[in-house]
């Protein structure tokens, strides 16, 4: 591919930060940059607490298990969603419930959600995809009102705000990935974070192979915990990373309005940014109309011909074999076929994505879309 789907942008700065990191970060000092990573991500987002991992499956492990989510369990999530928000609920023996999306965010239905809450509903996973922001307003006080905790999957919402609150920052846990194709990267990497001190304690516990910190005996684990440590050298890139986040986050705007202005001659629907939300664009996603007879497809084939990476917006989870799902949903299924993600990265130039324009302009057109 000449125009990858993503890349990374790493500078000097980051250099600087991983040399540092793997010449000084070992013995007395092998916590000193993670902990520096996860004072720093905290503070950047809002959040009370944080938890660097090796990577956001991984701190949603932890997460869901501290909640104590566990066999015979339901946990709602959206059906158009990446499978790594479902895996952790099913490492723990839980079942997940799928929701239809909303048309315009392809975020949780919240109305829908509603409907299928039951006594056993332990939790519900909202991901804010693209960087597109749930309602979480409606969500929360779905929550609230059942006593459920709502947990963000915020890996592809770095730099989305929700009425001044950074996406992760307002359910019961929040997490995010640093995994190389995402708005920042560790190579690969996670991070929780929580404003719930107790919640906090026990993922700190299990995260340490369920080992207390009160605990005075040496290797005396209290629990069966987990093994998602980050490490320092990619704590540093982080740590670099966020030192260019404005630069990154910036970037991404561009790229986004760029693509929205050369696409504008069609019926598209792209990444929405309701009154009072921030959205910090981590993919450019287009959605073709309802009534148009779409062959996303054959637009991809098309493209990769001409070198350019187009993804398909994420399939149904519940339409997965592997999954064996409980639940189905109808609607998410029709808008997935719909919706296209475009090449964004850093170093992207005009001319790189004129060629995307184009190629996608040429494919719909060949297709009849307007
Ligand atoms: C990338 C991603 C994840 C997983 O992140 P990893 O760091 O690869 O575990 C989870 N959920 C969503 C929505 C993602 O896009």
Redesign the pocket.
Known sequence: MNIPISKASITEVEIRWALEAVTNGWGTRGNEYIARFEQRFKDHVGAAHAIATS????A?HMGLAALGVGPGDEVLLADI??I??LAPIRYLGAIPIFTEVDPRSLCMDPEDAAKKITPRTKAIVV?H?YGNLCDMNRLLELGETHGIPIIE?A??AMGSYFFQRHAGTMGHFG?F???G??TMTTG???MLITQDENLYERVLMLSHHGRSKDETRQFYPAAIGFKYKTTNMAAAIGIGQLERIDQLLTKRREVFEYYRDGLKDFALEMNPEPQGCINGLWMPTFVVGEHSNFNRELLIRQAKARGVDLRSVFWPLSGLDCVQAQNTTEKAFALSLRGVNLPSYFDITHSEMDTVIGTVADGLHDQGIR
């Open positions: 990577s956001a499956t991984g949603l969603n990446w790594a928000t991901t995809l999957d890996a592809e997490v990935s640093f995994h194709s995402k690969e990497g996670g």
